[in-house]
């Protein structure tokens, strides 16, 4: 059975960090791309970051580059979130996801979605 686990979420304040995590089990794990996805209340399931299997190659959506970074450690079968500079547009729940290819994810063809955790920044 496919599982991914996110955990970190929060109450923070602008300006603060979290970290998410996510643990994915029932699958390889190293054959897979990983992301990251938000959901803002009343909006659409964004794309937020990805990265590739080898943990080469990574992508970010315009509004988190230079304060998130995404990484993996393919012996834990987790993948994280790093996220600094914290804004309250950055408020929503954070799903992890794992798909087959790190464009793919990327334009939201996801084969595996997390339960998701509830980041919230206060101003």
């Known amino acids: 059975q496919v599982q991914l686990v996110e955990s970190g979420g929060g109450l923070v304040q602008a300006g603060g960090s979290l970290r998410l995590s996510c643990a994915a089990s029932?699958?390889?794990?190293?054959?897979?791309?990983m992301g990251w996805f938000r959901q803002a209340p009343g909006k659409e399931r964004e794309f937020v970051a990805v990265?590739?299997?080898?943990?080469?190659?990574?992508n970010y959506s315009d509004f988190v580059k230079g304060r998130f970074t995404i990484s993996r450690d393919n012996a834990k079968n987790t993948v994280y979130l790093q996220m600094n500079s914290l804004k309250p547009e950055d408020t929503g729940v954070y799903y992890c996801a794992a798909g087959g290819g790190r464009m793919a994810l990327t334009t939201g063809r996801v084969e595996y979605w997390g339960t998701g955790t509830l980041v919230t920044v206060s101003s």
């Open positions: 990265i590739s299997r080898s943990r080469i190659s990574t």
């Open positions: 029932g699958f390889t794990f190293s054959t897979y791309a």
